[in-house]
């Protein structure tokens, strides 16, 4: 709002806009005091400056009859240098005494370089963040492979057990065999002397029936 009323007042009387700048040293901390150059066009020496931060004014001054700039020396930690933007506007008598108002600056911008402390403190918690990433993934990597190996365990020592069981029942099968032809060895010694039956070589008895033959076994088994 006091930036309108100033254009108003300024009127068709108006001059040409001054130009501002920060000249350094500049700040490096909100307690740094800031320098703010204000220069009018050739032609407008002496001239009345002011100085603005959103609106309102900061400070008042004058520049040496021949001189066509001023430097605004702003002290640090101030209210003016937490606020917004600067810009400034000069003033000349012009004919008939009359004063004339120029037109507004550009604004200019006061930024402060992050302390060495937070850009340190920042580059250790990315650091540290990307440590801790590259631990998540290796020891997902490193799970993954003991689960793998572990399946590859588990296949092996059930192809064991199988095996195993292979083993198991062609012994018993084996067992049972020889147990049928000890017993019928041993009722052929029992029979009665007086016997009819011709001397001779004792066979087998052999069975036309479709009994099924004795399965034929193995110890290896592809897994």
Same mark, same amino acid.
Request: proline share 11%.
């Given at each position: 709002m006091p930036w309108i009323v100033l254009l108003f007042a300024a009127g068709s009387l108006a001059i040409p806009a001054?130009?501002?700048?920060?000249?350094p040293p500049h700040p490096s901390s909100k307690e740094d005091p800031i320098h703010i150059s204000c220069m009018a066009p050739r032609g407008f020496p002496g001239a009345n400056?002011?100085?603005?931060?959103?609106?309102?004014?900061?400070?008042?001054?004058?520049?040496?009859?021949?001189?066509?700039? +001023?430097?605004?020396?702003?002290?640090?930690?101030? #209210? =003016?240098?937490?606020?917004?933007?600067?810009?400034c506007q000069y003033?000349?008598?012009?004919?008939?005494?009359?004063?004339q108002l120029s037109n507004l600056s550009e604004p200019?911008?006061?930024?402060?370089?992050?302390?060495?402390?937070?850009?340190a403190l920042s580059l250790s918690l990315a650091g540290a963040a990307l440590l801790l990433a590259g631990l998540v993934i290796i020891a997902l990597i490193i799970?993954? +492979?003991?689960?793998?190996?572990?399946?590859?365990? #588990? =296949?092996r020592e059930s192809c064991w057990v199988n095996i195993a069981t292979t083993d198991m029942s062609f012994d018993n099968s084996l067992f049972t065999i020889m147990k049928m032809t000890s017993e019928e060895d041993a009722a052929n010694l029992d029979a009665p002397s007086g016997s009819t039956e011709t001397p001779g070589p004792r066979k087998?008895?052999?069975?036309?029936?479709s009994s099924?033959?004795?399965?034929e076994f193995s110890t290896f088994r592809a897994c």
């Open positions: 001054p130009s501002i700048m920060l000249v400056f002011t100085l603005y931060q959103d609106g309102e004014v900061v400070e008042l001054l004058k520049a040496p009859k021949d001189q066509l700039r +001023v430097i605004f020396n702003l002290s640090g930690g101030s #209210r =003016e240098v937490r606020g917004g933007p600067f810009c003033s000349v008598l012009g004919e008939n005494r009359q004063p200019v911008h006061v930024s402060f370089p992050v302390p060495t402390w937070i850009l799970r993954k +492979v003991k689960v793998k190996n572990l399946n590859k365990r #588990r =296949e087998r008895p052999t069975s036309t029936s099924p033959e004795p399965p």
